[in-house]
Nanobody, 122 residues
Framework: QVQLVESGGGLVQPGGSLRLSCAAS????????MGWYRQAPGKQRELVAA???????NYADSVKGRFTISRDNAKNTVYLQMNSLKPEDTAVYYC????????????????WGQGTLVTVSS
């Protein structure tokens, strides 16, 4: 079974930085697109950033120029560097992959992590 585990959330002041990590486990042969989503209280979950296995990236307009997504394919890990954080960035951040294949040939679609809370407040 493929699992995603996030880490790196916490409390930060406006203008500060945080780095989120998401490690995938489960005898993985290949992971396709990996992304970060967030859900603020009372709002729908939204895409923050995504990255393909080849390194192509996509960002929400609200985070362009402030957040950077990257991945280490050898470690099956994706990162989200968040700079110039704003109170409106406060949310639970979830890691996602649209598709993962294990060495046994099993395919897993739309795998989600448990989420990590980011709070931006003075």
């Amino acid at each position: 079974q493929v699992q995603l585990v996030e880490s790196g959330g916490g409390l930060v002041q406006p203008g500060g930085s945080l780095r989120l990590s998401c490690a995938a486990s489960g005898s993985i042969l290949r992971i396709y697109v990996m992304g970060w989503y967030r859900q603020a209280p009372g709002k729908q979950r939204e895409l923050v950033a995504a990255i393909t296995s080849g390194g192509s990236t996509n960002y929400a307009d609200s985070v362009k120029g402030r957040f950077t997504i990257s991945r280490d394919n050898a470690k099956n890990t994706v990162y989200l560097q968040m700079n110039s954080l704003k109170p409106e960035d406060t949310a639970v951040y979830y890691c996602n992959t649209d598709r993962a294949v294990t060495t046994a040939g099993h395919r897993y679609l739309e795998v989600w992590g448990q989420g990590t809370l980011v709070t931006v407040s003075s």
